[in-house]
């Protein structure tokens, strides 16, 4: 079964960093692009990050850019964002996201994790 | 960015539904496909995948859903609602980065 799941979630103060982490299974996690959405409280969905297979390329939603990092270790199966200088209106639910092969399409995706940023 | 209307529905069973998605920008690219795709976001589950480029119905999806429209207009229809079909609805834009509309909450009456 092909399944993605994040971690890493948590509360922290304003200013605060955090890592969330997610680990897929069931497929070949490497030929894939990934992708990370957030869905603050009462509100719709947002895009975040993309980051290419081997990591050569990286995408953000202008509102993170330079204060998130996505990452991904192919070895571990695993997508990472590290969030630095966290902001209240960062608090959300935090999917990750298979992005379809030969499309731009998020076609799996994680049960989400929450961060909330509050002092 | 990405126009929904309308930002709520409530449909009887078995009748139709219709949702609009106006983009700010033509979604055509130069290799001919449309760069427009629906996801419905159920309670307590992850989004899901409906329909991507335009009108293609993702893998398992009933065919009573249906993607339609070109460069700025764009309609998600659902030819018989079902109970199961309740949650939110988002268009997205792939053309430039990635850009979600601001979701239809479709409830049954």
């Known amino acids: 079964e092909v399944q993605l799941v994040e971690s890493g979630g948590g509360l922290v103060q304003p200013g605060g960093s955090l890592r969330l982490s997610c680990e897929g299974s069931g497929f070949i996690f490497s030929t894939n692009w990934m992708t990370w959405v957030r869905q603050a409280p009462g509100k719709g969905l947002e895009w975040v990050a993309n980051i290419k297979q081997d990591a050569s390329q990286l995408y953000y939603v202008e509102s993170v850019q330079g204060r998130f990092t996505i990452s991904r270790d192919n070895a571990k199966n695993s997508l990472y964002l590290q969030m630095n200088s966290l902001r209240a209106e960062d608090t959300a639910v935090y999917y990750c996201?298979?992005?379809?092969?030969?499309?731009?399409?998020?076609?799996?995706w994680g049960h989400g994790t929450m961060v909330t940023v509050s002092s | 960015v990405m126009t929904q209307s309308p930002l709520s529905l409530s449909v009887t069973p078995g009748q139709p539904a219709s949702i609009s998605c106006k983009s700010s920008?033509?979604?055509?690219?130069?290799?001919?496909?449309?760069?427009v795709h629906w996801y419905l976001h159920k309670a307590g589950q992850p989004p899901q995948l409906l329909i991507h480029?335009?009108?293609n119905r993702f893998s398992g999806v009933p065919d009573r859903f249906s993607g339609s429209g070109s460069g700025t207009d764009f309609t998600l229809q659902i030819s018989r609602v079902e109970a199961e079909d309740v949650g939110v609805y988002y268009c997205?834009?792939?053309?430039?980065?990635?850009?979600f509309g601001q979701g239809t909450k479709l409830e049954i009456k």
């Open positions: 997205a834009q792939s053309i430039q980065l990635y850009t």
């Open positions: 996201a298979r992005v379809r092969l030969g499309s731009d399409v998020f076609d799996v």
């Open positions: 920008r033509s979604l055509l690219y130069t290799d001919g496909k449309t760069y």
């Open positions: 480029e335009l009108s």
